[in-house]
């Protein structure tokens, strides 16, 4: 299962939206998480209230992309940031900019809490 998530994160990652003006060469920084399909909504709230928002506001981003689909009673999410450069996500995530800096209220909702978040070099963005 985890290499089909990793398999469906690069081509989302591929498929990068061009209204975020992402250019090649930016990074793209890619987190996972699954809840019970019962918190999803609530859990969605949360992370755009406050990881989503709190993320566009940093220096050097480019735009944020969820996505979210539901099976078999867990609802995964993926988190998609875009960054001018990894200098710029080491000034807000420090110099291990692979660990994963969860919200404060993740362990209540998270099936797991994954340790790394992975980064990718955008090669090219052109979805419309």
């Known amino acids: 299962m985890r290499n089909a998530i990793i398999a469906t994160v690069l081509l989302l990652t591929a498929c990068a939206t061009a209204h975020h003006a992402e250019s090649p060469g930016a990074v793209a920084r890619m987190w996972h998480g699954r809840v019970p399909d019962?918190?999803?909504?609530?859990?969605?709230?949360?992370?755009?209230?406050?990881?989503?928002?709190?993320?566009?506001?940093?220096?050097?981003?480019?735009?944020?992309?969820?996505?979210?689909?539901?099976?078999?009673?867990?609802?995964?999410?993926?988190?998609?940031?875009?960054?001018?450069?990894?200098?710029d996500i080491k000034a807000y995530a420090g110099a291990d900019i692979e660990k994963t800096h969860n919200l404060p209220r993740d362990p209540e909702f998270l099936i797991e809490l994954e340790p790394n978040v992975r980064h990718f070099t955008v090669k090219m963005s052109n979805r419309k």
């Open 38 to 87: 019962a918190r999803a909504a609530e859990y969605e709230d949360y992370l755009r209230r406050d990881g989503i928002t709190k993320l566009e506001a940093i220096p050097g981003n480019l735009g944020v992309d969820l996505f979210t689909r539901s099976r078999d009673g867990v609802t995964e999410f993926i988190v998609i940031s875009y960054w001018h450069s990894l200098d």
